[in-house]
C-alpha cells in the first residue's frame, strides 16, 4: 500500500477557509484506496450575540465559504450548544449549500438555490446540548456553510449563543 493511503493528505481545507480538519484526511482515490471518514471542525466555540437586530430582520453569517467534499458521500452538521438565551419566534439556522467555486471567476459565489442540509436551534433548545442534521448523501464538490439568525417581530430582544460545530464525512 503506498505511504499515501497509510498518512493521508495534510489537509482538506481550503486557505480561505476558518475549518480545520481534526481526524485523518481523506486518502487519494485515485490510488484505489478507501477514503476514511474524518470530522472537520467548522468553527470552534464562539459566542454569537444578534441582540441588537430589528424586529423581524435576520442576518446571514458565512461560516466556511468552500469546504472540498468531493471524496465524500455522507455529510452530516453537528452544532454543539454551550449556552443559550433566546426566546420563542428567535431561530438559529445553520445552512449547508452546494458551491463550486471557480478560478477564472473568483469573484462569483456559485452556489446552488437549494440548501443540502440545515440545523435549527430555536428556544426549545437547552444548553448543554448536541443539535444534528440527519445524515444528507451526494454532496457537491464544495458545500458552503452559513448561520442565519432570525429575530422576533420585536426589536432589540436578547439572542446569544455559544457555540461550536463540526462536520461528519464519511462514505457509504
Same mark, same amino acid.
Given at each position: 500500500m503506498s505511504p499515501a493511503c497509510q498518512h /493521508? =493528505? =495534510?489537509?482538506l481545507v481550503p486557505s480561505?477557509? /476558518?475549518c480545520s480538519a481534526h481526524a485523518v484526511a481523506p486518502t487519494s482515490p485515485t490510488l484505489g484506496c478507501r477514503v476514511r471518514p474524518t470530522v472537520v471542525t467548522l468553527f470552534e466555540k464562539r459566542s454569537f450575540v444578534f441582540s441588537t437586530l430589528g424586529g423581524g430582520v435576520s442576518l446571514d453569517v458565512v461560516l466556511c465559504p468552500a469546504l472540498p467534499v468531493l471524496d465524500y458521500t455522507i455529510v452530516k452538521l453537528a452544532i454543539r450548544v454551550h449556552s443559550l438565551t433566546m426566546s420563542a419566534g428567535q431561530l438559529l439556522r445553520f445552512y449547508a449549500w452546494g458551491t463550486l467555486p471557480? =478560478? =477564472?471567476? $473568483? #469573484?462569483q459565489d456559485f452556489v446552488d438555490s437549494t440548501e443540502f442540509l440545515s440545523v435549527d436551534i430555536t428556544s426549545s *433548545? *437547552? #444548553? $448543554? #446540548? &448536541?443539535?444534528t442534521s440527519r445524515a444528507t448523501y451526494d454532496p457537491d464538490a464544495f458545500l458552503k456553510f452559513s448561520l442565519r439568525a432570525t429575530q422576533t417581530s420585536s426589536a432589540l *430582544?436578547? &439572542?446569544l449563543a455559544t457555540l461550536s460545530g463540526c462536520v461528519q464525512l464519511r462514505n457509504s
Open positions: /493521508g =493528505e =495534510e489537509s480561505q477557509c /476558518g471557480s =478560478e =477564472e471567476d $473568483p #469573484a *433548545t *437547552t #444548553a $448543554p #446540548a &448536541l443539535v *430582544t436578547p &439572542l
